[in-house]
């Protein structure tokens, strides 16, 4: 009997987390915590899982909404095994401690939730076991229950450095848990490796499932657009404001302006960067000949950059033109790139441009639809403001897109797909075009708190 309870991030991108009942095993897939919600709201209900047996948890990659709930996991569950990457585990380190300062900044006095402690982290980073892409393990449940070892392994979903999707298998009995996953290549990493078999069930994200594949152009062909915006926005002496993700859009936007620099395509211009996100450039690094990699040779330590922390005026970034990646990708409240656009959208020769999904309720999601000369508030209690800058939305996603998650499916041949990590219109359209083109399988649209059971 295998049964799935969906405890997060089920009918939306939040707190993902879901409880496996493998035969008497208890596997959790991610702890995620909410990137939008605060506080208690921002975890799954791990209270869902207080009767349920509980062996592992498998993390499939770094980012806030896979991992950010982890401490707290292992603070109510003390005896759980922790396995990820070797890549997820080193960037974790990284991220987690990073929030210990966020969260004491954030959370009110009277939450029940506390932050956690940089002694905390240190003891999980310790606890965490690492295993390589496609290596096999096993996870045996407590006292080895009705002899159900499990057999794990991780396979390279191309999403992000260390991202994983999860295989688990006993005798016949196969899950797939695809995380978050990219079919095709980035500018650093590359397209996901998928096994190549029949499998019984697949947990499948639908990030992209509500996006025409016709709106979302090959990364070459945006990167090419994007030089030509940015070389009118240099040419005006304007400098441009790059919201992106610490883990991932960074190191892959990064990387592509760089090519595009050394290609002679895009005119070579000061880059800023800073905080979190440079130090997750070191990890990349460091495991270029160990995973695969578009490009093996290229080093983030190589590319010219200077850091806007060490800048004493941040109106020096207009002096000359230049480019700046900053956090968070959705800009939100609070965070460099939200305190960058504020003086931006003042700046009539410079631009914001935007290069990822922005969350509808983020700031970053009015920046992006907003028309240069009309006022908006970047939050619903701030003043507003003139954008007098030129905004530009340029499409590099990290997920795939209808095409490439209806491949997962043709190479998987499930009997039942679990739709995951979309809001209700992405999986909507999944679910009705898997049972259009695959008859016979059966669709789940997961919901919290709803067992899954066959
Ligand atoms: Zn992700």
Redesign the pocket.
Known sequence: MIRILPVGGAGEIGASCFHIDFHGTGIILDAGMHPRKKGIESLPNFGLMKDLPLDAVLI??A?E??IGSLPYLIQRFPYLRVVTTPQTRAIAELTLHNSVSILQDELKEDDPLKPYTHDEIDLLIQSIEYRSYEEQFIVSGYENRNNADVNVSFWDAG??LG?AGILLEHHERTLFYT??VKMRNQSVTCAARIPQRHIDTVLLEC?QGAAEPSTFPEWEREAQRFAQRSNEIIEQGGSILIPV?A??KMQEMLATIWELMEKGVLAKTDIYTGGIARKICTVYDRNRYVVRRMNKEFEFANVEQSDFFEIENLQELFRRPSIILATSGMMIEGTMSFRLAQRWLAQKQSAIFTVGYMDPSTPGHRIATAQQGEEIRLTDFSEPQEVRCSIERFHFT??SMRDGLMEIVRRTTPNRVILVHGDPEAIDWMGHSILKNFPGTKVHAAEIGRTIEF
């Open positions: 499939s990659h980012h909404d896979h999403h992000v991202s995380g978050d990030t993700f883990l991932g990290a997920h």
